[in-house]
């Protein structure tokens, strides 16, 4: 059992985002929860919520080191993350840096993404729905590369990595 945060329209003002976030966090860990997972995007996509941009959202990768220090014991990742929101090097070290940090609790979930209202109003690409399969492909050998120690250059169809470095490597091959 985990627990995820999709929405942050809820905190009260009183008391500081952070701190209730990590009460959350805190307890999922003290009651053997196995997750604490949270939504990569930029504009509330909460289904059942406001309207995208209406309400806060947190950046996904920033909350999850967070709640990484404030916790010992639970797995920590976000539902999922569009292969389009970062480049593949930059998530794959924003998620070896928190597999690192959390010693070994991070997930990592990816997907195509679907979200354009959410891309336009950013100014995140949002291709084609095949060639969003092709980069998740091309991201997850880069992951690969980078979690095994290839430096090799890679050249795929939508990424071009030089030297894939993943140093440091992460505690366990996030999952």
Same mark, same amino acid.
């Given at each position: 059992? *985990?627990? !995820?945060?999709?929405?942050? *329209?809820?905190?009260?003002?009183?008391?500081?985002?952070?701190?209730?976030?990590?009460?959350?966090?805190?307890?999922?860990?003290?009651?053997?929860?196995?997750?604490?997972?949270?939504?990569?995007?930029?504009?509330?996509a909460?289904? $059942?919520?406001?309207?995208?941009?209406?309400?806060?959202?947190?950046?996904a $990768?920033? @909350?999850?080191?967070?709640?990484?220090?404030?916790?010992?014991?639970v /797995?920590?990742? @976000?539902?999922?993350?569009?292969?389009?929101?970062?480049?593949?090097?930059?998530?794959?070290?924003?998620?070896?840096?928190?597999?690192?940090? !959390?010693?070994?609790?991070?997930?990592?979930?990816? #997907?195509?993404?679907?979200?354009?209202?959410?891309?336009?109003? @950013?100014?995140?690409?949002?291709?084609?729905?095949?060639? /969003?399969?092709? /980069?998740?492909?091309?991201?997850?050998?880069?992951?690969?590369?980078?979690?095994?120690?290839?430096? !090799?250059? $890679?050249?795929?169809?939508? $990424?071009?990595?030089?030297?894939? #470095?993943? !140093?440091?490597?992460?505690? @366990? /091959?996030? *999952?």
């Amino acid at each position: 059992m *985990s627990v !995820s945060v999709t929405n942050f *329209s809820w905190r009260d003002e009183r008391r500081g985002l952070g701190e209730q976030l990590a009460e959350i966090a805190e307890a999922a860990d003290r009651g053997g929860l196995y997750g604490v997972w949270v939504c990569d995007h930029l504009l509330q996509a909460d289904p $059942y919520g406001a309207r995208p941009g209406e309400t806060e959202m947190l950046e996904a $990768y920033t @909350t999850l080191g967070y709640l990484a220090a404030r916790t010992a014991r639970v /797995r920590l990742g @976000t539902l999922v993350t569009a292969v389009t929101y970062r480049p593949p090097a930059l998530l794959i070290k924003a998620v070896t840096t928190l597999d690192v940090l !959390s010693a070994g609790r991070a997930v990592f979930g990816l #997907v195509v993404g679907y979200h354009a209202e959410e891309a336009a109003a @950013t100014g995140l690409p949002l291709p084609p729905v095949p060639e /969003r399969f092709d /980069r998740l492909e091309e991201t997850l050998q880069i992951a690969l590369r980078m979690w095994t120690g290839d430096t !090799s250059p $890679y050249r795929g169809r939508h $990424y071009t990595l030089e030297a894939p #470095v993943g !140093s440091p490597a992460p505690v @366990t /091959r996030p *999952s």
